[in-house]
């Protein structure tokens, strides 16, 4: 950004130096003022439904004008009912614990220096999203409640639903004190907005959050000079065990799959332990092609069922994130294992089986962010983990794996007390 | 990587599928048998002194031909004692706990799902380092007795004494059955090895550690794709607070700068609150000029005191790694905290008080790795701070601040038991 020059980096720039003032005053923040300003923008967000709705109806018939898909267009649209979801994710994150000042781990040493980890915000969080509005409130309180200073760029299509998302909740932060450059919203629809946010401004941004499309999320990767805590994909495995009992296989491969095919945590392969194929795939495929699942096997699937479709070695690394499901025989956990190693996205895994051995050693050898045991991988999901809300789910391997919280946005510090101790 | 082609090109790839193979085998490796490999390597590495004290001379005479400093060249230098201390390192490594497999934290769900966040290893772990051999050793250890697998990549001068060193250390790994490929020595002095690592070989690079000077710090800092744990400067501060016990205040002041001047965790910046000045500066400045330590003062420091040089805005920016002490008067502790806030590199500050008030205002105000309160900058280490051994301090924000030991080598993964449950 140094050698940027114009109004676009001034802009950003200043945003920038805001923002790390803000965080340096935000890390201060009771808790008590945090809850009460998410509480007041969720009344100043209710009190001005209209105007958003209005801002909303200018993006909608904009996205028509340009030939949006309609499911496009559908993650923009709001109502009344959503706002009203907004309004209560508010509510929800504001009857969170505080996490800023816990202490994360303490002891003393043999010279009586007393150390202890306490938690502290970690700074600076830019939040770059599409088109889903509700992501603009969803984000600042989160990474508030952690007592972090946020920069959101959100979507030019939906850039008015935002701003008046935005407004609504910087007045309430406003109305209970809190820094008012706590939050702050990209307003203008410069592409070159991005990058100067993952150019990092001039070192005020502590951490980078992509939340969208995989394009969106490869170039932050490719691109950030900061952190970033994101997912790519999410091929998700479920593994059905020798010793799986039929019912739950049956329940948890139509639920990874069917409940919403759409989300990161669905699963996009089946695997099951050759040894019991014959007797499990029956029923498991019953039941999937009763609920509207097309089905790509291997060889050996095939063999069995000849009306499934052959899966490509590409199937098997394809996020379908639509009712289609691979299916692979492979020899036991260690199979299975392998198999994830091979082709999954880090992010969510889960076995099938009553015998206990084989799902100690499915969770030890599988390293993903989630590994699960008789579970649905649709409960990927930091709600589901019961943080209260999520900014995302991380596939990286530091800082935090799996759903990030309000939590997962702080990190620590060490304070060291002494009585004068020097070092011989 | 995968545009670049020739021996380097494919050697370095090599070293990286090597690495993430041996890195899935390590996440499963009992302490028991990490404890015995590392207990083993410096068995032989004592059997082997003759050998690597053989390769350390030809590496010093080179270096001597080449007429590098002397400080270079005692950085080089092993001897009986100093190979002594390499196997002592060794094992107290391994008589450290092993995190893998620990709980971080658990909780169940209304939905009877029982989560756990399990420690796991990081993965692949790059160390890139310049000519003080031991960080071969001490390096491998940290980072294989957390499970993970370990590139070293050292520098050029001391290539044959850090080789020598890794093959009594691998001998060791071997000797007890670790994967072979769990430690990886790059054998060529070829500069574009260090590229092909920040280029993250193909992925399966998890994390970069530079040990080493500001310049190699810095370009892993700029380069490096995956994520890089480090301090660039070690810009510390002592805070002299009007209610400063005097005795302390001097002990503390005197061992932070001069007890080894040239440390990470050496003070640079002597803060004193304006309303002791007075007060304060005669025992101290007596105390650190007895030590051998040169002043440069600010405008309040040299009214009192005209034997004090001038400090430029440049001192205060400025990690001396000498012994020359930076002073200026603050306003009680809210100025000493903007001091630091302006010119601290973010590694560990230090406050000296009797004021419980003040020490804490400090240490919730200071948002460094490390904060201190009547204790001496110079404990910022990690064998200080009981870790057992330390790769490095970080001064970064995310997954560890301070010193990095071997439990800050690992990560977590969320581990989900139910009970065939799926998410209506």
Same mark, same amino acid.
């Given at each position: 950004?140094?050698?940027? &020059?114009?109004?676009?980096?001034? =802009?950003?720039?200043?945003?920038?130096?805001?923002?790390?003032?803000?965080?340096?005053?935000?890390?201060?923040? @009771?808790?008590?003022?945090?809850?009460?300003?998410?509480?007041?923008?969720?009344?100043?967000?209710?009190? +001005?439904?209209?105007?958003?709705?209005?801002?909303?109806?200018?993006?909608?018939?904009?996205?028509?004008?340009?030939?949006?898909?309609?499911?496009?267009?559908?993650?923009? @649209?709001?109502?009344?009912?959503?706002?009203?979801?907004?309004?209560?994710?508010?509510?929800?994150?504001?009857?969170?614990?505080?996490?800023?000042?816990?202490?994360?781990?303490?002891?003393?040493?043999?010279?009586?220096?007393?150390?202890?980890?306490?938690? *502290?915000?970690?700074?600076?969080?830019?939040?770059?999203?599409?088109?889903?509005?509700?992501?603009?409130?969803?984000?600042?309180?989160?990474?508030?409640?952690?007592?972090?200073?946020?920069?959101?760029?959100?979507?030019?299509?939906?850039?008015?639903?935002?701003?008046? /998302?935005?407004?609504?909740?910087?007045?309430?932060?406003?109305?209970?004190? /809190?820094?008012?450059?706590?939050?702050?919203?990209?307003? *203008?629809?410069?592409?070159?907005?991005?990058?100067?946010?993952?150019?990092?401004?001039?070192?005020?941004?502590?951490?980078? %959050?992509?939340?969208?499309?995989?394009?969106?999320?490869?170039?932050?990767?490719?691109?950030?000079?900061?952190?970033?805590?994101?997912?790519?994909?999410?091929?998700? +495995?479920? =593994?059905?065990?020798?010793?799986?009992?039929?019912?739950?296989?049956?329940?948890?491969?139509?639920?990874?799959?069917?409940?919403?095919?759409?989300?990161?945590?669905?699963?996009? &392969?089946?695997?099951?332990?050759?040894?019991?194929?014959?007797?499990?795939?029956?029923?498991?495929?019953?039941?999937?092609?009763?609920?509207?699942?097309?089905?790509?096997?291997?060889?050996?699937?095939?063999?069995?069922?000849?009306?499934?479709?052959? @899966?490509?070695?590409?199937?098997? +690394?394809?996020? =379908? /994130?639509?009712?289609?499901?691979?299916?692979?025989?492979?020899?036991?956990?260690?199979?299975? %294992?392998?198999?994830?190693?091979?082709?999954?996205?880090?992010?969510?895994?889960?076995?099938?089986?009553?015998?206990?051995?084989?799902?100690?050693?499915? %969770?030890?050898?599988?390293?993903?962010?989630?590994?699960?045991?008789?579970?649905?991988?649709?409960? @990927?999901?930091?709600?589901?983990?019961?943080?209260?809300?999520?900014?995302?789910?991380?596939?990286?391997?530091?800082?935090?794996?799996?759903?990030?919280?309000?939590?997962?946005?702080?990190? =620590?510090?060490?304070?060291?007390?002494?009585?004068?101790?020097?070092?011989?």
């Amino acid at each position: 950004m140094s050698e940027e &020059t114009g109004p676009l980096a001034d =802009y950003m720039k200043r945003l920038g130096e805001n923002a790390r003032a803000a965080a340096r005053a935000m890390g201060a923040a @009771a808790p008590a003022d945090k809850k009460a300003a998410l509480r007041a923008a969720a009344k100043e967000i209710a009190a +001005h439904k209209d105007d958003i709705l209005t801002a909303n109806a200018g993006d909608l018939a904009a996205a028509a004008r340009e030939a949006r898909p309609p499911a496009f267009i559908d993650r923009m @649209a709001l109502d009344d009912a959503r706002i009203d979801g907004i309004c209560a994710a508010l509510d929800d994150i504001a009857a969170l614990d505080d996490p800023v000042g816990g202490i994360v781990k303490a002891w003393t040493r043999p010279n009586g220096l007393k150390i202890e980890r306490v938690r *502290t915000p970690i700074g600076v969080v830019a939040v770059i999203y599409e088109s889903r509005p509700n992501v603009t409130v969803d984000a600042a309180a989160i990474a508030v409640m952690a007592g972090n200073a946020v920069i959101l760029r959100g979507g030019s299509e939906c850039l008015a639903t935002s701003k008046a /998302l935005f407004d609504g909740f910087a007045r309430g932060m406003r109305a209970c004190g /809190l820094p008012p450059h706590a939050a702050q919203f990209v307003e *203008t629809p410069d592409r070159a907005a991005v990058g100067a946010i993952l150019a990092g401004l001039d070192g005020n941004v502590d951490l980078v %959050i992509p939340r969208g499309g995989k394009s969106l999320v490869a170039r932050v990767q490719a691109e950030a000079r900061a952190p970033v805590l994101s997912h790519l994909d999410g091929i998700c +495995h479920v =593994y059905l065990d020798a010793q799986a009992d039929t019912d739950k296989a049956t329940a948890v491969a139509v639920n990874a799959k069917m409940r919403r095919p759409g989300v990161c945590g669905a699963a996009e &392969t089946l695997l099951i332990d050759r040894a019991a194929l014959a007797a499990l795939w029956p029923p498991v495929a019953r039941a999937l092609r009763a609920a509207g699942c097309e089905l790509r096997g291997d060889a050996a699937v095939r063999a069995l069922d000849p009306d499934v479709a052959p @899966a490509t070695e590409e199937d098997f +690394h394809t996020e =379908y /994130l639509a009712p289609i499901l691979s299916v692979a025989a492979v020899d036991g956990v260690d199979g299975a %294992i392998a198999h994830i190693a091979r082709y999954s996205s880090g992010h969510t895994e889960s076995i099938v089986t009553e015998n206990r051995e084989a799902a100690a050693r499915f %969770i030890a050898g599988v390293d993903s962010a989630i590994v699960m045991h008789n579970a649905s991988t649709q409960f @990927a999901d930091g709600g589901e983990f019961g943080l209260g809300a999520e900014i995302g789910i991380a596939t990286g391997r530091l800082h935090a794996r799996g759903p990030v919280g309000v939590e997962e946005l702080t990190t =620590y510090k060490n304070v060291v007390r002494g009585d004068g101790q020097i070092r011989p």
